[in-house]
Nanobody, 121 residues
Framework: QVQLVESGGGLVQAGGSLRLSCAAS????????MDWYRQTPGKQRELVASVTSDSSTRYADSVKGRFTISRDTTKNTVYLQMNSLKPEDTAVYYC???????????????WGQGTQVTVSS
């Protein structure tokens, strides 16, 4: 019932920047949390950044000071601005929304399809 579509991934040299976007559509009543995760082959998916309904943000230690998460509540869209990229940032990045929908009285989580970010040396 809710779909998340990601965009903005690509290939960039170390030190460069990318901006990821994730837009949600469907019967959303309210959004509680928006997150960005990343995953590489053989590793568990890790939380990169999160923004909650009170606008509080959290970042993984490895990206703090380089990445910024933001959201546009009027568009149900979350962004991840990635600066000073390093080769170790190479991964598939996934967005996650925790939302309440019209057919439910509690929150559900939905995931984007993933977008590849590759950082060359």
């Amino acid at each position: 019932q809710v779909q998340l579509v990601e965009s903005g991934g690509g290939l960039v040299q170390a030190g460069g920047s990318l901006r990821l976007s994730c837009a949600a559509s469907g019967n959303i009543v309210r959004v509680n949390t928006m997150d960005w995760y990343r995953q590489t082959p053989g590793k568990q998916r890790e939380l990169v950044a999160s923004v909650t309904s009170d606008s509080s943000t959290r970042y993984a230690d490895s990206v703090k000071g380089r990445f910024t998460i933001s959201r546009d509540t009027t568009k149900n869209t979350v962004y991840l601005q990635m600066n000073s990229l390093k080769p170790e940032d190479t991964a598939v990045y996934y967005c996650r929304f925790v939302v309440m929908i019209t057919t439910s009285n509690y929150y559900h989580e939905y995931w984007g399809q993933g977008t590849q970010v590759t950082v060359s040396s």
